[in-house]
């Protein structure tokens, strides 16, 4: 009998074991991920036969290596961090699973409607958003008030080039502004294609004609090169979102415009030496006010190839959903949770009293025009990117000539005739898209 027992036990064991499933997910190397990693013993102790391997990738390494295991096919991923530049278009291709029947307790409804439209095709969500972000204006409020100078609620970029001016002192490790200069099309190219939205500029005609040589372009280059050349920190063409925070979190930078997300790194005296004294505004403008800030989303996905996929969902579920948000702020305090994602959120007074400058992220969150970018009219949608298979190619080439340009190897208009050119043979090559 007591045999008998201890097969049966046994039997129960290897059924449990052969439940046990192991799931890949492909992410990028930024604090709220590394949160997220950091609070994987709340997802083990709720699904314990589910073990999550983790792949942490810069930016730039990471979307070249998800986007050749997706497109091809190998499986190597069960889920993956994608934008919602992606998402649509991997969606198209059936290359994403579609995250349909998601629980009631998951409140799909609480998702802010900019950001779950953009993780959306034909009304199905393809990926769930982990944390999303607009751009804004930070600054040091303690060296405007040394320079007798004041911040307006939405700058424009003009009045930047001022503003650097005044405070840029690199005798005492203080530089006027820091800006996104690593070449990448979600690097420098994020930033800089909203400063040619708020110039007037826009990347194509309603024809799918290439504008990269327009007045606007020229305007908006000459203007962030001399920013960069005069007022900012040496170089720059290596420093990407994450190079720029910590050099304004160590007080290295007067001014800084970049996204949202930075937000509460910058706020909480444990990351940020300047947290007492940070400053926050809208992104500037110059031009027209629209498309001058961005709309992003760090979202997670399922690929077609993944051979988990329950499982890879109930991951995506559990690290997107009110409950994470709760535990983080539990865990680390509300200045740690993913912003930009659920209107519960900013609903919440402990979120509000913790970050104030929650409204202002949210504000700028639900300004952002992904379907009404430019002063022009435009044959597509997206801010900071144009949401087509070939802007990955366009806005990585001209990533580089904007490099190019910030190290004196060309100048706006040599960077922008081969950017233009470029643009022009690739879509012909391609064809107009659909």
Known sequence: MRFAVLIAGLGACSAAMAQSTEITVATVNNPDMVTMQSMMSAFNEAYPDIQVNWVTLPENELRQKVTTDIASGAGQ?????????ETPIWARNDWLVPLESL???YDVDDLIAPVKEGL??????????????SSVTYYRKDLFEQAGIEMPDKPTWEQMQTFASEIHAPSDGVYGICLRGLPGWGQNMALFGTMVNSFGGRWFDMDWNPQLTSDEWKSAANAYVELLNDYGPPGVTSNGFTESETLFANGQCGMWVDSTVAASYLSDPETSQIADSVGFAQAPYQATEKGSNWLFTWALGIPQSSRNQDAAKTFVEWATSQDYIHAVAEDKGWLSVPPGTRQSTYAS?????AAPFAPLVEQAINSASPNDPSAQEVPY???QFVTIPQFQAIGTRVGQLMAAMLSGQQSVDEALSQGQTFTERLMQ??????
Do not use: I, M, R, W
């Not at 007074?349 to 009293?353: I, K, Q």
């Not at 090559?429 to 659909?434: C, F, L, N, R, V």
């Open 349 to 353: 007074e402990d979120y509000v009293e």
């Open 120 to 133: 959306s095709l034909d009304g199905t969500l393809y990926a769930l958003p982990f944390y999303a972000e």
């Open 381 to 383: 949608t997206g801010v």
């Open 103 to 105: 629980p009631d307790a």
């Open 429 to 434: 090559q391609t064809g107009k898209p659909e």
């Open 77 to 85: 991923y069960d889920v993956v961090t994608v934008s919602n530049y």
